[in-house]
């Protein structure tokens, strides 16, 4: 008995098509991007509504090069609220910007303790984390957390995934020219 739907079957080809380089069936056309609403939802509304303005003030230092301002403010964003892994996440990223990469990796494992490895924030800091592993030539470790975030929907972290895994790599190749050869585009 045929369980997939029609829908299946086109998002199946749209996911061909948006994601030529993954694996048959690897990614979803329409799978659910990753959020922090749950985690969000959770805290006092005037606290969060304080930390994101403090964070908006930290991405906007850090726009202008002022790595030192947006790490204080979004040390001030955690301290209104300790639990929440966005600002953990986000203050690596100005870490990992001036060149702290140490902070960067303490505050990346501290987003994703505190996110449970769910959601947006925990999506980030896998992909940032798993950056700075590759960037240390820790490559196994760098692809289990690409492989942790292109579960939550990372679209990056899924390229990266293929790309470090030479077999995918190769199967997608040989996959490539012979949809080419079929339709004529190579003799």
């Keep these: 008995m045929e369980t997939s739907t029609s829908l299946d079957r086109d998002n199946a080809v749209l996911n061909c098509i948006f994601n030529p380089h993954l694996p048959l069936g690897e ?3 329409v799978a659910a991007k990753p959020s922090d609403t749950e985690i969000d939802n959770e805290y006092d509304p005037e606290l ?12 906007k230092l850090a726009e202008r090069g002022d790595l030192d301002g947006a790490i204080t403010y979004f040390t001030q964003s955690i301290e209104v609220l300790p639990n929440r892994p966005s600002g953990y996440n986000n203050r690596a990223q100005a870490h990992r910007l001036h060149g702290n ?5 303490e505050d990346l494992n501290k987003a994703i303790e505190l996110s449970s490895g769910q959601g947006l924030s925990a999506s980030q800091a896998y992909t940032q984390r798993a950056l700075l592993k590759k ?4 490559n196994d470790a760098a692809l289990e957390d690409f492989k942790c975030a292109a579960a939550l929907g990372n679209d990056f972290a899924k390229t990266q995934v293929v790309e470090m895994n030479p077999y995918a790599a190769m199967c997608n190749k040989m996959l490539s020219s012979a949809f080419k050869k079929l339709k004529g585009e190579i003799d």
């Excluded at 969060?48 to 003030?57: Q, V």
């Excluded at 990469?101 to 990796?105: E, K, L």
């Excluded at 960037?135 to 820790?138: K, N, Q």
Aim: neutral net charge; hydrophobic residues 45%.
């Design 135 to 138: 960037l240390s030539g820790e």
């Design 48 to 59: 969060l509504k304080r930390a994101k303005e403090l964070e908006l003030s930290s991405i």
């Design 101 to 105: 990469i140490s902070g960067a990796m």
């Design 27 to 29: 990614a979803s056309a």
